[in-house]
């Protein structure tokens, strides 16, 4: 089984299901089993590939990176990419996240859209996003990056306008897309910005150069700047994320597989596989890092007061996103892409709960009308509680694993700073306030379910994926244990020595006892905030109104997202359209129109002014004549 | 041509008189043309004015010692008089549609 | 030989058409012939010579000896694909236009032989006398396609057509004649052969006049930003397969003049000039785009939207380096095709619904879901997804305009974010949401039928073809561009020392 | 070099036709002013006589004094015009800027027949001697009649054939020409055509003069109904 | 025209004895049209006055005079009174062209019998009376009467196409002089009747080198254009007594209406010697050079003139010039005498038909004339 025809199978599976379902299926028929079955299946064998691919990698003697070209795409002057993929240890881990998440996924929606009218194309969507992923991950060059980028963009577009009828859903498709258009605009220019600096746009290529750090705002600055502004498109970062509340408009596993586990990662992925130059760039580092932080604590702040059960997910994503950002800009790249790793897995496992709540209630999403279905549908309530705990950082789950290292090489590193540990002190703590808000009104507490919903677990084909997920976000952790626990049980951090041969870190510096101080402050402080959102939300519902009218302004302004949607739409949107109407309407008809018809106009003019000349008074005429010849004489004669 | 004599050459009538004459002949054909209302005025006036023109061909034709000029005043002759007959056909007309003469009557043929 | 052959068959079969009885008939055969034509400039493609970037196919006669006007045509890199893009629409037009066109159907397909005639006769001649000739010839067609098949005020459009690029041609006649005249003094012998042309040393204050009279007279075809009021109007009142034409090929010949007359005749003026042009470009860009997502009408839309495409392909141009003008050339091809798939499109639904007021639509993907996709995919390629040939060219032209002006490039590239903004708002209110007054009001729409899908078909293939595999076209085109630069910055520093 | 006779007839006729051609526009009854302009003709057909262009003198008084100007009086007579209310437009800004365009016109003409030097400033160009027309325009009888009084042939054959050789000899020949001879024979030589376009020129006149004048209606009030 | 004083002298003598004779020699002739056509009709004529009657033309003269000035009240004024001026005017001046008789040369000093020899003579004589028009039409028109008007317009249009008629048929002669100058014509129809037929002489002794001889239908054509020119009788229209009273000069009385007949009369003299100038051979003897006559009178002029001692060429060139003279008043005196003939015998002509002899058959026949000459000097090679 050679490694071109292995890649070619990862990648194409998912593309051939796509088509299978696409345009084979007739498009309407109801059976969603047949198109579920179909997708899932090339979900699978992707996933198989990829296990293999990744296993060849593992071996002492391994090959470093696992290369295939397919044919050369674009070769016009200096610029030259071809359509080539690479399997090496980053994007090993990738594809093993995408595919494997991505097939419990297509499992659990063959349940999910058990009773929806278009199946097959919703089923052919997911394949294609998952086709674009990998080539996302696997492209050996910025272009092919790109291009999976986009096509990202374009299945999560589909995908969340999937119930078009609807036009809200569609208008948040909409939005989804031209955001992140945005963001590939930033993207591209610092391509060329790239290409112009080093005439290559391969990474390996890229690899191989040195970069002389370079302190001030030169090109390379711009050009990691770029890119930035790209991933912040992608993976909804502080000026870009308002799409992703909105994205919850589509079906329940799209958001789990796009906008937790894969797409919004993306970001993420680009700035771990371009490491070597952003770590050339500390201005562009420390920019990072901040955005990281920032949006950690503004979303979870929005997070607090949310009432829908997705939109308290989707600001928990792009809070966990902010970590990931902040680790990745302090230059603990590593970090990142471990809590990469364990927020696919826990927040894919709380989205597909979330999911089966959803499906158990009847389409009821809204917080306040649940409660207490701890009892109605234990196995959703006991994976989503194995959830909750990786997420709010309790030890021994994967989530403590990976946002402990962050949080410690924030503070530890060179290019980290105490204000920044700080900020990721406060989200952790606000995360795990809003989780435990979360548990507590869906699991615990009275059952404020109406009566006429009766309320029954999901199928088998829903909850497998889910228990699976659980024990992932339970062990995910245990692979990239830090060594400060690891050296007591003598276990070696798997992760650090996977990925150091490609990812190279900065040095981050400080005593075994302050980590375990960092590591401490954390866990108390998230462990109170969860007791007391507890202690709110299961006991004292009522004195939750009190604190509401005693601090209602400032409730109404966080519940309300700070208003930033508005903000954009009147700022950004409102203008831009107003211009291109005045465009139209002045510049367009009234100038560049009238110009036309003012030629038109003169002609005409002159043309009946002379009209008056002629009036038959022969004798006019005569005069006409001998002042003409007047005029002649005159010029001759005076020249 | 050129005179060398003393004070009398201005006297002795050379080309220049007969141009000047010629001019003035013209002048006044041109102001009859452009002043006077009746048509038939006008006709004579214009044959004024060619007349002048002869002058001054014949003229030219001699102190240039050139026949074309008697030539040019043969055909101009035959053109003024077909167009006096022409011109006064028209006047005829004029006057049985409007029992008089008066230039401002064609003003009708504008169209 | 085969290169008249190629340019002249449409004319006669133009001509023969006309003595045809049954309009049916007529159809047919145009069908086939048109179908015919495609398969002859096939024959062209298959015998190019990709590595030399001289002439080839060559046939040089002479037409009016004493003034040097030969019949000498040509075809290198760059008009090759763009001869092919014509005869390729073409059977697509005559198919799209089976009962679009009812009246006077003989006439109508001789005009359209007629008019390929002249375009294919444009992008042949290498003697410029010919080439205007043909650029002339090319007015009169098109101008009765508009006049006589168009829309309610499709007089008007046709009269501003026409008049608008004849005016500009009057100044681009004025600079050949004042090219032959130099060729007469500097080389001896009056000759309006391209060739010789570049041969002329044209002093500066020459080349400036020359150059913006042939610019002006190409501005005006592009359209580039403020002589562009005729495309909107043109566009709304031809009838479908009029438009399609008409954004297909003849917005074309603009660039194409720019890249074979304007530009490789007056180097120290391209110079001078190429900066107003990249504004010119780009203003192009963001100005169609931002007023194409204000237009209540489809076409209107697609019009602006050609000008905003067409403005990408401008500022490929004067950016003056191989990933540019090869983006823009490319660029060219993808809007022929696109652009023309999204007139056969609306021209489509407006064939069933009479309106072409996005208001009042709403929710037609329920109803007709092919079509839906057809769409969408005609939308991915023009808003330049990746994947799609629109991608190819505008990555290539960003590309080469980032190398020439870097603010340029960063103000086009918000012309893709602003391009997907009308398109995707555009597609959402005909195809999303609740079924519109149009739908209520009416009868079951009907989805398209075989002969439609037979004509987007090969479209939506090719959208495909191109964005994955450009290099299948591109090395045709590489030694002809790579040619061109080279004889203009050598020209360039030639005449700089 | 005292005054000449000629002198004096010029500087009388020339001051008789001026004040004439004044009268002639500024008469009120247009009998008279037909007159007068027959008497500047004649006077015009006497200078044409003193500049040695006898022909073209009597052809202007036959034409013009003889035949147009009787034209003239005759329609002036059958319209029994009587004298005119106010011959010339009342006094207007237009009248006014006629006037001075035509002293200007007249100061420039006169200015420049008196500025004229001999040679024509080089306009107008003075051939010493008028090129002789070519032998073949020689009659015969041209020929034989000065030079020769011989009748018989033989001789009159080289006088022919001797003009042919030399143009020069043709040249003395053709100085003994009265100008009327001179004038004919580049009349008929250089001129052909035009005076063969001239018929055609007067036969349209004339025809198109009667198709005119015959339109209906009559020249007078008619007292009887009719 | 002379340059000097004494040249300036003698011309004005010159034209003053010239005027004299044509205006003597018109009584003379109202005279012979009063007696002469009573001798036809075989009746008297006025005898009374003066022996034959010939004071009876001083009494009219006086008559007329001493006639009461009377101006019609319609009538325009000052044209009333130009009228008769304008009519006498011109045929005075038409005389002035014609040769009375060869020069005469006494005392060194040639002296021309002719006012002024220009070498265009016959067309001055034409362009002249082609203005007598404006006579008749200022009669006509300035009297005011209905029918004065008529008959100038019918006179003026009588004149002038027959003045057409008249130009032409002289052509035909011109052809074969070759001159305008009357002088050159009469010296060419000196001696027998000779030409050049084909380069080769042809000479016929019995005729007079008349013109008359050379063209015949000139002659003829050109005979009835003058009679039509003066108004003579056959075409008389203008005055015609039946019904137009007296035409153009109705309103005229006493001296005016004499100067009309001096008008009318010194025209038909002039047209007389222009007839005997053009084709009879003007004052020149038949058969007989002046040449010879000069020197017949060499040998015994002595004799007439031997008182006055001049010297003998001064005496011969008196006496030719004067037997020319004789000569030349002979030849005109019998065609005077030839117009008056044809009054008192041809009927007058209606209107129509003088137009249509005008136009219709005078002026083709002259144009035919005219080809025929233009062939025959061209093809046949004739030189006169």
């Known amino acids: ?639 | 041509m050129q005179d060398q004599k003393g004070a009398h050459t201005m006297l002795h009538v050379g080309l220049n008189h007969y141009l000047v004459l010629s001019g003035v002949l013209f002048s006044i054909g041109v102001l009859g043309v452009l002043l006077r209302k009746n048509a038939l005025i006008i006709l004579m006036s214009i044959e004024l004015m060619l007349n002048a023109v002869n002058l001054s061909f014949v003229a030219f034709s001699k102190y240039a010692q050139n026949m074309d000029g008697q030539i040019m005043v043969f055909f101009v002759m035959t053109i003024a008089a077909a167009e006096a007959a022409v011109g006064l056909a028209i006047a005829v007309a004029v006057f049985k549609r409007f029992k008089e003469v008066n230039i401002a009557h064609f003003e009708n043929l504008k169209g | ?497 | 070099m005292e005054l000449t006779a000629a002198d004096i007839l010029f500087y009388l006729f020339g001051f008789v036709s001026v004040v004439s051609a004044l009268m002639v526009v500024f008469v009120s009854n247009p009998i008279y002013s037909a007159l007068l302009l027959a008497v500047v003709m004649s006077i015009l057909g006497i200078f044409f006589f003193n500049l040695e262009a006898h022909f073209i003198a009597a052809a202007q008084v036959v034409v013009y004094a003889g035949a147009v100007m009787v034209l003239f009086v005759m329609v002036m007579m059958l319209f029994d015009l009587k004298r005119e209310k106010e011959e010339v437009a009342r006094f207007s800004i237009l009248t006014v800027l006629k006037i001075i365009s035509v002293g200007v016109v007249c100061g420039v003409l006169v200015g420049a027949g008196a500025m004229i030097t001999g040679d024509g400033m080089g306009f107008i160009k003075v051939s010493t001697t008028e090129a002789p027309p070519p032998p073949s325009m020689l009659l015969k009888s041209d020929i034989n009649a000065p030079t020769k009084q011989t009748t018989n042939p033989e001789e009159l054959k080289d006088e022919v054939v001797e003009i042919t050789q030399n143009p020069q000899a043709g040249v003395e020949i053709f100085t003994k020409y009265t100008d009327t001879q001179k004038l004919s024979l580049k009349l008929f030589s250089k001129y052909i055509f035009i005076f063969e376009l001239l018929s055609v020129l007067l036969l349209v006149a004339i025809v198109g003069a009667v198709a005119l004048a015959r339109s209906k209606g009559g020249t007078h009030h008619v007292t009887r109904g009719s | 025209m002379g340059t000097t004083w004494l040249e300036i002298i003698i011309n004005t003598v010159k034209i003053a004895a010239i005027f004299v004779i044509v205006v003597s020699t018109v009584p003379l002739l109202v005279w012979v049209e009063r007696r002469g056509p009573a001798f036809m009709q075989n009746r008297l004529g006025p005898n009374r006055v003066g022996p034959l009657g010939l004071l009876q033309l001083a009494a009219d003269a006086i008559k007329f005079i001493f006639k009461e000035e009377f101006i019609p009240t319609k009538a325009e004024k000052i044209l009333y009174f130009m009228a008769p001026g304008l009519t006498l005017l011109p045929a005075a001046l038409t005389f002035a062209a014609i040769p009375l008789s060869t020069p005469i040369n006494i005392l060194g000093y040639t002296f021309k019998l002719q006012i002024a020899d220009l070498n265009i003579g016959l067309i001055y004589i034409f362009a002249v009376a082609s203005l007598g028009v404006y006579g008749i039409l200022a009669a006509g028109w300035s009297s005011g009467n209905k029918y004065a008007m008529l008959g100038a317009l019918r006179a003026s249009s009588q004149m002038i196409s027959y003045e057409i008629a008249m130009g032409l048929s002289v052509v035909g002669v011109l052809m074969m002089y070759q001159t305008f100058s009357l002088n050159q014509m009469i010296t060419e129809q000196f001696g027998y009747f000779s030409f050049l037929w084909q380069g080769s002489a042809v000479e016929l002794k019995f005729l007079p080198n008349w013109g008359v001889f050379f063209q015949p239908l000139a002659f003829i054509l050109f005979l009835t254009a003058t009679f039509a020119e003066t108004n003579r009788l056959p075409f008389d229209l203008p005055e015609g007594e039946a019904e137009l009273v007296a035409g153009f000069h109705t309103e005229y009385g006493g001296f005016k209406f004499n100067m009309f007949f001096m008008g009318e009369y010194g025209h038909m003299i002039t047209s007389a010697a222009l007839i005997t100038t053009l084709f009879f051979g003007g004052y020149a003897l038949p058969f007989i050079s002046p040449e010879q006559v000069r020197e017949f009178w060499i040998q015994n002029g002595h004799t007439l003139l031997g008182f006055t001692g001049l010297s003998m060429p001064d005496i011969a060139s008196v006496l030719t010039t004067i037997t020319h003279l004789v000569v030349f008043l002979a030849k005109t005196g019998f065609w005077l005498f030839f117009f008056i003939w044809v009054r008192w015998t041809l009927p007058r002509f209606r209107y129509d038909q003088l137009m249509d002899l005008g136009w219709k058959t005078l002026l083709p026949w002259s144009l035919v004339n005219l080809a025929l000459t233009t062939a025959l000097m061209y093809f046949a090679r004739i030189v006169k």
């Open chain 1, 1 to 639: 089984m050679t490694d071109k025809f292995l890649i070619a199978t990862m990648l194409l599976s998912p593309l051939i299901g796509f088509l299978i379902n696409g345009l084979l299926v007739n498009y309407n028929n109801k059976s969603y089993l047949r198109s579920g079955i179909v997708a899932t299946v090339a979900a699978a064998i992707s996933f198989l590939a990829a296990a293999t691919l990744f296993l060849k990698l593992l071996g002492v003697s391994a090959p470093e990176v696992v290369k295939a070209h397919f044919f050369e795409w674009i070769n016009v002057g200096q610029f030259k990419a071809n359509a080539a993929f690479v399997v090496d240890h980053i994007s090993g881990i990738m594809i093993l996240i995408i595919t494997g998440v991505g097939t419990l996924i297509h499992l659990y929606s063959i349940g999910y859209m058990s009773h929806d009218e278009k199946p097959a194309k919703y089923f052919s969507y997911l394949n294609l996003f998952l086709f674009n992923m990998l080539i996302l991950v696997l492209g050996d060059n910025l272009l092919l990056l790109f291009v999976g980028w986009e096509g990202v963009g374009l299945c999560s577009y589909l995908l969340i306008g999937f119930w078009f009828t609807d036009s809200e859903k569609a208008k948040a498709g909409m939005k989804a897309f031209v955001v992140n258009r945005i963001g590939d605009a930033g993207f591209i220019l610092g391509l060329f910005l790239i290409f112009i600096l080093f005439k290559t746009v391969e990474f390996e290529e890229l690899a191989k150069l040195t970069y002389a750090p370079e302190l001030g705002w030169g090109l390379l600055t711009f050009a990691t700047m770029f890119l930035f502004i790209g991933a912040t498109g992608k993976s909804a970062q502080i000026p870009l994320y308002v799409w992703l509340p909105d994205a919850m408009a589509g079906p329940t596993p799209v958001s789990a597989l796009i906008h937790a586990a894969t797409m919004v990662t993306a970001g993420v992925y680009m700035i771990v596989r371009l490491n070597f130059m952003f770590m050339a760039t500390p201005n562009t580092m420390m920019l990072i890092a901040t955005i990281g932080a920032l949006t950690a604590v503004f979303a979870a702040s929005i997070g607090l007061f949310q009432n829908d059960i997705k939109k308290i997910l989707a600001y928990s994503t792009v809070s966990q996103l902010g970590y990931m950002f902040l680790g990745v800009g302090v230059g603990a790249f590593k970090a990142g892409m471990f809590h990469l790793m364990t927020h696919a897995f826990f927040k894919a496992l709380m989205f597909l709960g979330a999911g089966s709540v959803i499906h158990g209630m009847h389409e009821e999403q809204d917080v306040r009308k649940m409660g207490g279905l701890s009892k109605k549908m234990p196995i959703t309530y006991l994976t989503f509680l194995f959830g909750w705990l990786a997420i709010i950082g309790t030890p021994l789950f994967s989530g403590f694993f990976s946002k402990d290292e962050i949080l410690w090489k924030t503070f530890a590193s060179p290019m980290g700073s105490k204000f920044l540990w700080f900020l990721g002190v406060l989200g952790a703590a606000l995360t795990a306030f809003y989780m435990t808000r979360l548990m507590a009104l869906t699991f615990w507490g009275k059952s404020r379910v109406d009566k006429s919903v009766h309320v029954h677990e999901s199928p088998i084909v829903m909850t497998l994926p889910l228990v699976i997920l659980a024990v992932l976000s339970l062990i995910g952790g245990w692979v990239g244990i830090p060594e400060v626990i690891g050296h007591i049980f003598s276990i070696p951090n798997g992760w650090e020595h996977w990925l150091s041969k490609q990812v190279v870190d900065a040095a981050a510096h400080g005593s075994h006892l302050e980590e375990w101080l960092t590591m401490a402050t954390s866990v108390i402080l998230a462990g109170c905030s969860a007791y007391c959102a507890y202690f709110i939300y299961t006991k004292k519902a009522d004195a939750l109104e009190k604190l509401k009218n005693q601090y209602g302004k400032i409730y109404n302004i966080i519940s309300n997202k700070y208003y930033i949607d508005e903000l954009y739409q009147k700022t950004i949107v409102v203008p831009l359209v107003l211009l291109s109407k005045w465009f139209w309407s002045f510049v367009d008809v009234k100038i560049v129109d009238r110009t036309t018809y003012l030629l038109a106009d003169i002609v005409r003019g002159a043309g009946s002014s002379l009209r008056l000349m002629v009036n038959g008074n022969v004798q006019q005429y005569a005069l006409y004549i001998v002042a003409g010849m007047v005029a002649v004489l005159v010029v001759i004669l005076t020249r």
């Open chain 3, 1 to 497: 030989m085969i290169l008249s052959l190629v340019t002249f068959l449409p004319l006669v079969v133009g001509l023969v058409l006309l003595f045809f009885k049954s309009d049916k008939f007529v159809k047919i055969a145009a069908l086939l012939l048109a179908v015919a034509e495609f398969v002859l400039s096939l024959a062209l493609l298959k015998n190019f010579d990709s590595t030399t970037a001289s002439l080839q196919f060559v046939e040089k006669y002479d037409w009016i000896p004493q003034f040097g006007i030969s019949y000498f045509i040509g075809l290198d890199g760059i008009s090759l694909w763009l001869i092919l893009l014509t005869t390729f629409l073409t059977p697509i037009i005559v198919l799209a236009s089976w009962n679009a066109i009812d009246k006077k159907i003989k006439a109508f397909h001789a005009a359209l032989f007629i008019l390929q005639t002249a375009m294919l006769g444009a992008f042949v001649a290498i003697d410029s006398v010919l080439f205007f000739v043909f650029w002339e010839l090319m007015l009169v067609p098109m101008f009765l396609l508009v006049g006589i098949w168009g829309g309610e005020k499709r007089i008007y459009a046709a009269y501003k057509f026409f008049i608008y690029t004849m005016v500009g041609s009057i100044f681009m006649l004025v600079a050949i004649i004042t090219l032959m005249a130099m060729a007469k003094t500097q080389l001896g012998v009056m000759s309006a052969s391209l060739l010789d042309f570049y041969k002329l040393q044209i002093p500066l204050q020459a080349q400036h006049l020359m150059f913006l009279a042939f610019a002006l007279a190409f501005a005006i075809k592009v359209p580039i930003f403020p002589l562009h009021t005729w495309l909107p109007d043109a566009h709304v009142q031809a009838p479908t397969p009029g438009s399609v034409i008409l954004a297909g090929v003849l917005l074309k010949l603009g660039t194409y003049g720019f890249i074979r007359f304007a530009i490789p005749l007056f180097p120290l003026a391209v110079e001078y000039f190429s900066i107003y042009f990249i504004i010119l470009g780009v203003f192009g860009i963001i100005y169609g785009a931002l007023v194409a997502m204000v237009q209540p009408d489809m076409k209107k839309l697609v019009a602006y939207s050609s000008v905003s495409h067409l403005g990408y392909c401008v500022l490929g141009i004067f950016a003056l380096n191989t990933e540019g003008v090869t983006g823009s050339l490319y660029q060219m091809l993808n809007h022929g095709i696109s652009t023309g798939a999204l007139f056969l499109l609306v021209g489509m639904i407006y064939e069933r619904t009479h309106s072409r007021e996005i208001a009042n639509y709403g929710g037609l993907a329920k109803v007709m879901p092919l079509f839906a996709i057809f769409f969408f995919i005609t939308t991915l390629s023009s808003i330049a997804v990746p994947g799609t040939n629109g991608f190819v060219g505008e990555f290539l032209i960003l590309l080469g305009a980032f190398k020439a002006n870097k603010i340029a490039a960063a103000l086009a590239a918000t012309g893709m974010v602003l391009g997907a903004v009308y398109m995707l708002w555009m597609y959402k209110r005909i195809f999303f949401g609740l079924p519109g007054k149009l739908l209520t009001g009416h009868h079951e729409l009907k989805d398209l039928n075989k002969r439609e899908v037979m004509v987007l078909v090969p479209l939506m293939i090719l959208i495909f073809v191109m964005g994955i595999f450009p290099n299948l076209f591109l090395d045709k085109t590489k030694a002809s561009i790579e040619g061109f630069l080279k004889n203009n910055n050598q020209m360039q520093v030639s005449l700089n020392k």
